[in-house]
DNA sequence: CTCTCGATTACCT
DNA sequence: GGTAATCGAGAGC
């Protein structure tokens, strides 16, 4: 397949203006219901400023987590040191180590003290693919944000970015259009065991930095 | 204090 | 497609 021709496509769809006519994702946004808010992810846009250099990622999968009522939630049994973010004030970052390796990047969601986050699995990068690159040697361009652990990598986040206001214009922050329309298929939640009745992973079909492809949506 | 195992990735066959 | 790497959160004693 000539994924060379099909980045070029999906640069001239993105479109340098979609990024310059959006605006910063205000708390209001954040502050919904997770599945309503991960959805709405798609196609939004992941701003990180390292230093002088602005890395950007059009958002192609989430997953929605919940609190007490979602098994597979890190939220699921109450509040922890670890979990705090996800019961505090939506639109903030929820940065977590797992796999003794790596870092995944989630947005927080629900009215503050109802837990929510949304689980951001996957970019399409839009803007700095050289410095992603620095961030991640020795791997291809489809290869270099299309997972959790992948993305936090390429975009230099870190537990020193756990917490930190997403709606405000700092080191890490979220903007998009209103007008973003965008295709959405959805499956089971990847990586757990529990909670695989609700098919809260969402992503852009067809894209090439989804993780991966499900090759049966589950239905049970 | 100790033990288990994870919202994963990379590298091997 | 199988599995080692790697470490800290959370649960249990």
Redesign the pocket.
């Known amino acids: 397949m000539d994924y060379g021709l099909y980045e070029q496509v999906q640069v001239r769809l993105v479109g340098d203006d979609s990024l310059v006519k959006s605006s910063i994702l205000s708390r209001a946004f954040y502050e919904r219901g997770s599945v309503t808010v991960a959805k709405e992810l798609l196609g939004k846009f992941v701003v990180r400023v390292v230093g002088r250099n602005r890395l950007v990622g059009r958002i192609v999968e989430v997953?929605a987590?919940r609190g007490f009522d979602d098994p597979?939630?890190?939220?699921f049994?109450?509040i922890?040191?670890?979990?705090t973010p996800?019961f505090g004030e939506p639109g903030h970052a929820?940065v977590?180590?797992?796999?003794?390796?790596?870092y995944?990047f989630?947005v927080t969601t629900e009215r503050t003290g109802v837990a929510g986050?949304v689980?951001i699995?996957a970019l399409e990068p839009v803007e700095g693919l050289n410095v992603m690159k620095r961030f991640?040697p020795?791997?291809s361009t489809l290869?270099i944000t299309n997972?959790?652990?992948?993305?936090t990598?390429a975009l230099c986040i870190d537990k020193a970015l756990n917490k930190i206001d997403l709606t405000k214009c700092g080191p890490l922050f979220l903007r998009g259009n209103d007008s973003e329309r965008v295709d959405i298929a959805c499956s089971v939640?990847?990586?757990?065991?529990a909670g695989t009745d609700r098919l809260w992973r969402f992503f852009v079909p067809g894209n090439p930095y989804v993780?991966r492809f499900e090759r049966k949506l589950s239905r049970t």
């Open positions: 997953e987590y597979a939630s890190h939220a049994r109450g922890t040191p670890r979990t996800m929820y977590y180590f797992t796999y003794g390796n790596h995944c989630n986050a689980l699995r991640r020795h791997v290869e997972g959790p652990g992948k993305l990598k939640r990847i990586g757990i065991t993780s």
